[in-house]
């Protein structure tokens, strides 16, 4: 089946570590998000991929790196700069930068 | 600044009971407004899109209108298999190059039996 595979669902981070959580998408999908959703709050783009080595900042980047080198694949690394990391990570694409966008399952993030 | 409000924020049905959710939003240029269900510790699921003042959209239960100002989902006769959190999105023209999406605070759904 198609679908958005995000890896790990938890995944717990010590202070000063760096994280790397997995997107992988079979939809053929150009366009890859990443989002971040936290309690009370709407979803905040983090980062963006129009195209396969190419991405660009959305709103909240501060603490957050990413790679586009195959277009299946968009992980993110939560870095020790970001200083609120415990939130939920949705991995998103869509075929086209202005079509539907449709989510994966998320990871759950936590620092202890 | 581009804006959307959902309201109520919570929503208590019995099964049967119809009702419906509303998404208002302050935008410069709607270029679509998406309609997403998500379950809890789950990614949003999609539902409908809708691009112009007086398009509608349903599936099953559901049904999704659109105003220049705001949009509804109606729920008829809900099952208590229709509770969740809704999520209302928008995309701009100023937005649509990126495929950002501007997101409501979502409306949490539970249909008691």
């Known amino acids: ?112 | 600044e581009d804006q959307v409000t959902q309201s109520p924020e919570a929503l208590r049905l019995q099964e049967g009971e119809s009702s419906s959710l509303n998404c208002s939003y302050t935008v410069s240029g709607l270029r679509g407004l998406f309609w997403y269900r998500q379950d809890p510790g789950k990614g949003p699921e999609f539902l409908f899109t809708l691009y112009s003042a007086g398009e509608e959209k349903e599936k099953e239960r559901l049904k999704a209108t659109l105003t220049k100002k705001e949009s509804f989902l109606h729920i008829t006769a809900p099952k208590p298999e229709d509770s969740a959190t809704y999520l209302c999105a928008v995309s701009t023209y100023g937005s649509s190059n990126t495929g950002k999406l501007i997101f409501g605070q979502g409306t949490t759904l539970q249909v008691k039996p």
């Open chain 1, 1 to 112: 089946d198609g679908g958005i595979t995000q890896s790990p669902k938890y995944l717990f981070r010590k202070e000063g570590q760096n994280v790397t959580l997995s997107c992988e998408q079979n939809l053929n999908h150009d366009a890859m998000y990443w989002y971040r959703q936290d309690p009370g709050q709407g979803l905040r783009l983090i980062y963006y991929s129009q195209i396969v080595n190419d991405f660009q900042k959305g709103d909240i980047a501060e603490g957050y790196s990413v790679s586009r080198e195959k277009k299946e694949s968009f992980p993110l690394t939560v870095t020790s700069a970001q200083k609120n990391p415990t939130a939920f990570y949705l991995c998103a694409s869509s075929k086209a930068p202005w079509d539907t966008i449709y989510f994966g399952e998320g990871s759950w993030l936590t620092v202890v």
